[in-house]
């Protein structure tokens, strides 16, 4: 069974800095390139960020650039989200995922998501 499994979401205040981690614990998106998406209250799911396989590109949402930086681990099969300067609007659910195209959107394959909460 496929598994993203996501972590290090959160309680924190405005200004104040997490970072996400996403495990592709079974090892099955080689090759892929991996992104975070998230979803607040009432809200749709929207793109925040991603990264082809090889690392060397990325590309974010106009609301995160700048403030969120997505990167992969040594061994690749872990992809990570830091995020700086939060603010309460950042709060929502954030979601690992997976696809073999980079601009995709949505992705194929997801994580169960991590809650992160940024209070004013």
């Known amino acids: 069974q496929v598994q993203l499994v996501e972590s290090g979401g959160g309680l924190v205040q405005a200004g104040a800095s997490l970072r996400l981690s996403c495990v592709d614990s079974?090892?099955?998106?080689?090759?892929?390139?991996m992104g975070w998406f998230r979803q607040a209250p009432g809200e749709e799911r929207e793109f925040v960020a991603a990264?082809?396989?090889?690392?060397?590109?990325?590309h974010y949402a106009d609301s995160v650039k700048g403030r969120f930086t997505i990167s992969r681990g040594s061994a690749k099969n872990t992809v990570y989200l830091q995020m700086i300067s939060l603010k309460p609007e950042d709060t929502a659910v954030y979601y690992c995922?997976?696809?073999?195209?980079?601009?995709?959107?949505?992705?194929?394959?997801w994580g169960q998501g991590t809650q992160v909460t940024v209070s004013s």
């Open positions: 990264i082809t396989w090889s690392g060397l590109n990325t």
């Open positions: 995922a997976a696809d073999r195209s980079f601009y995709k959107d949505p992705y194929d394959y």
């Open positions: 079974t090892q099955s998106f080689t090759g892929y390139a």
